[in-house]
């Protein structure tokens, strides 16, 4: 009995007593988040990339994954660094806005807005420092803002007029952040911005020389990097995590398609607009004037069939582009190949993003190294928003609040120490629980044993008992 109740002691002990202590690992590991701006999910194809293929087979590299609507650099940078879909961070746009005085900022102006970026969703770098860690950013977008008073442990924000394209200046860039930042300062996650090879995408197209030749120094400046983490001593501890904000898709125009342009839409007209976005390329947003609001829908819906006009309560859920005060009534996007004009054609851009994000044009590539990540496993694709709690596990930190999932990218990791831990904890209770076993049986048989001895000595004296005897007392007891 004695040894039943031990062990049951033993198992309430070992499953319920003993918390699981998730975020353990806390300060072991370090995460590079690296983003190369617009880099297509396919840019690896036409292209020779050693180092690329090389990170491939010694970590994890997913087919693609999918960024967030509306796929523009600032808005599905937050959702990396949030793991929430952009009506859920507030960053909408890359452009800052403000419908009263129709006053427009460009994308980096609008790094400079604070209240832009901090609009109640705090990014990882903040999440981790209020947890105990150190975090820094070097010109990632969303890296000048503070938010609720709290800013990175160290920073770098992009100058103004920066030379995006120098491959000198990405090296320096790599050495601060491995040799100064994880080194020496030993914070624990970076996030690192590269504006290529987005801007030549736009400029000469997703299939020009050009861009393959940007996608060769990505990868000479990838080689860069691990080389870098070897030197500093950073191979046991240090994750990194490749990836992109969007792809890049070819826009046609010069007589090769009919384009779109607003102005030219029968029954549409400026005058009934209040404030609008349009003439960055392929999306776009309306706020008519006071009492117009369906005379502008309906003349825009069905002008086009190229694009696509939707009231900001009718917008497809799965898009998770409307349930933001900052979203403006009306909501256009194209198909890849058209721009949205305003009233005129204004834009020259051979390469365009910023489409419907189910598009493959449209899908970043990523990929993954370090201590916790699986070596020469090719996944499925995923979405953007997974890659936060993925971050935050390894970092040992408590996510905040977000739509990601864990599930979407936990079989990219091996065992981490905490599940070593876990595992060794369960090694010792089947070990506990089966020693245990063993002498319950021992005492069972020895009770046993001693009952049948008991009972034969009984017997043997059984004439000098008294009828009816203790046998049945025996039986009970055993
Ligand atoms: C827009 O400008 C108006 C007028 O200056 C101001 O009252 C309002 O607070 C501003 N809104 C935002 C969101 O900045
Ligand atoms: C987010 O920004 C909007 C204005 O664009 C403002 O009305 C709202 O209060 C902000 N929310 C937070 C939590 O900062
Ligand atoms: C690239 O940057 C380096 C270092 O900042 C500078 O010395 C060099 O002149 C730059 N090259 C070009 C082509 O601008
Ligand atoms: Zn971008």
Same mark, same amino acid.
């Given at each position: 009995m004695l040894w039943t109740v031990s062990l049951c002691l033993l198992l309430a002990v070992s499953s319920s007593g003993v918390p699981l202590d998730r975020y353990s690992t806390k300060g072991q590991h370090k995460v590079l988040l690296i983003s190369f701006d617009?880099?297509?999910?396919? #840019?690896?194809?036409?292209v020779d990339t050693p180092n690329l293929d090389r990170m491939a087979k010694d970590g994890v590299k997913a087919r693609y994954v999918t960024p967030p609507y509306l796929t523009i650099t600032s808005p599905t940078h937050f959702t990396l660094l949030t793991g929430r879909y952009i009506e859920n961070h507030g960053v909408i746009h890359n452009m800052w806005f403000n419908i009263t005085t129709s006053e427009k900022l460009p994308y980096y102006a609008t790094q400079f807005k604070n209240e832009w970026w901090d609009n109640g969703t705090l990014p990882i770098w903040i999440t981790a420092q209020r947890q105990g860690l150190r975090a820094g950013s070097l010109h990632f977008p969303g890296t000048q803002s503070t938010y609720q008073g709290e800013t990175q442990t160290v920073k770098d924000v992009e100058p103004r007029f920066y030379d995006y394209k120098n491959e000198t200046k990405w090296r320096e860039n790599v050495e601060k952040v491995m040799g100064t930042w994880f080194s020496e300062m030993d914070l624990d996650f970076v996030s690192l911005y590269f504006g290529e090879p987005d801007g030549t995408g736009h400029k #000469?197209? &997703?299939?020009s020389p050009e861009r393959r030749e940007m996608v060769k120094q990505v990868d000479r400046t990838v080689g860069f990097i691990r080389s870098l983490a070897e030197r500093n001593g950073l191979a046991d501890s240090l994750n990194i995590i490749i990836t992109a904000d969007h792809g890049m898709s070819n826009v046609y125009r010069n007589g090769l398609v009919k384009e779109i342009t607003l102005s030219r839409i029968p029954g549409f007209s400026f005058r009934d607009i209040a404030f609008h976005l349009v003439d960055f390329g392929p999306s776009g947003m309306l706020l008519p004037k006071e009492g117009m609001l369906d005379k502008v829908y309906n003349a825009l819906k069905?002008?086009? &069939?190229h694009l696509h006009v939707f009231k900001k309560e009718e917008m497809p859920e799965r898009l998770h582009f409307a349930n933001n005060n900052r979203i403006l009534p009306i909501i256009l996007f194209s198909d890849p190949g058209y721009v949205i004009n305003g009233f005129l054609p204004v834009q020259f851009n051979t390469g365009e993003h910023g489409f419907d994000n189910e598009e493959m044009d449209m899908k970043p590539f990523f990929r993954a190294v370090g201590p916790v990540f699986q070596k020469n496993l090719e996944v499925g694709p995923f979405e953007t928003v997974n890659i936060y709690p993925l971050m935050c596990h390894i970092l040992g930190i408590k996510p905040d609040p977000n739509d990601g999932h864990l599930d979407a990218t936990k079989h990219m990791l091996i065992s981490t120490t905490e599940d070593l831990r876990q595992d060794i904890k369960s090694n010792i209770f089947v070990g506990l629980a089966a020693v245990a076993g063993f002498l319950v049986v021992v005492f069972i048989a020895l009770v046993s044993f001693n009952a049948f001895k008991k009972e034969t000595n009984d017997r043997s004296s059984e004439k000098s008992l008294p009828p009816g005897g203790k046998e049945e007392t025996h039986q009970t007891a055993l």
């Open positions: 617009g880099f297509r999910w396919d #840019y690896d194809r036409d #000469y197209g &997703p299939d069905g002008a086009n &069939p």
